[in-house]
């Protein structure tokens, strides 16, 4: 499935250019981290690449092959609880996802407890917690299989222990050959998670490096003036 190539994408609302002119190749292996101010169209471009939006100009392929939809997942910063429970929510994404019926219990059971939310499988999604509503999210993402899985801000909500949590989940999707691809606000969580980092300065991809690279010395003036910025919150 993979390189996805972008080809001088361009994405604009209203006359407004959100990504501009951005080129690149998404590769299997490394985690890959997308950084920016707020703004820069971290979000936007995470959308664009799974087909959420399309492009105003330019073209996004996945190895030649459209959108490659079915073979990739993305969950949100803040995701969709359906009206039903946790057990319920996964398997009905197995169900749209086109999983034999006599298989969608079985895996949504074993992805539920992989990500410790056994003991609430029966209870209404919606009333969970925060960091167990994300929880839930990757389990549904995960349970499809997929090889590529796009996590926007995946804590940017949660505490320090629901945080170290998903971040836990998140390696074990890792861990199974999903190659990963996340924006977040976190830098310490940039350089615990991620291989290489895109980093994005007003629409632009401003530069691409090996994420200790780009935390020592990064190339561009833009992502030196960021970390400047960001590195005494962390």
């Known amino acids: 499935m993979l390189p996805l190539v972008l080809d001088q994408v361009s994405f604009a609302v209203d006359g407004r250019k959100i990504i501009d ?25 995470m959308r664009l690449c799974h087909g959420l939006f399309a492009p105003t100009s330019g073209s996004i ?21 359906l009206r039903r429970s946790a057990l319920a929510n996964v398997v009905y994404g197995l169900k749209l996802a086109g999983i034999a019926p006599g298989e969608r219990e079985l895996r949504a059971r074993d992805v539920i407890d992989a990500v410790g939310l056994a003991g609430v499988s029966e209870r209404p999604a919606r009333v969970l917690s925060g960091g167990e509503q994300q929880k839930l999210a990757l389990a549904r993402a995960w349970a499809l299989g997929p090889e590529v899985l796009f996590l926007d801000e995946p ?7 629901a945080t170290r949590e998903v971040e836990t989940i998140i390696g074990q999707i890792r861990a199974g050959g999903t190659k990963i691809v996340m924006t977040t606000h976190s830098l310490g969580q940039a350089r615990r998670l991620g291989d290489e980092i895109l980093f994005l300065s007003q629409g632009r991809l401003v530069e691409r490096s090996e ?20 590195l005494p919150q962390i």
């Not at 935390?215 to 003036?225: D, I, L, N, V, Y």
């Open 61 to 81: 392929t996945w190895r030649g092959q459209g959108n490659g939809r079915k073979r990739q997942a993305m969950v949100f910063q803040r995701p969709v609880m």
């Open 21 to 45: 002119r951005v080129s690149m190749e998404i590769t299997e292996g490394p985690r890959t981290v997308i950084l920016g101010s707020n703004g820069a169209g971290k979000s936007v471009l």
């Open 211 to 230: 994420a200790d690279r780009f935390f020592r010395q990064p190339a561009s003036t833009e992502g030196a003036a960021f970390l400047r910025e960001e």
């Open 155 to 161: 804590t940017a909500n949660l505490d320090p222990g």
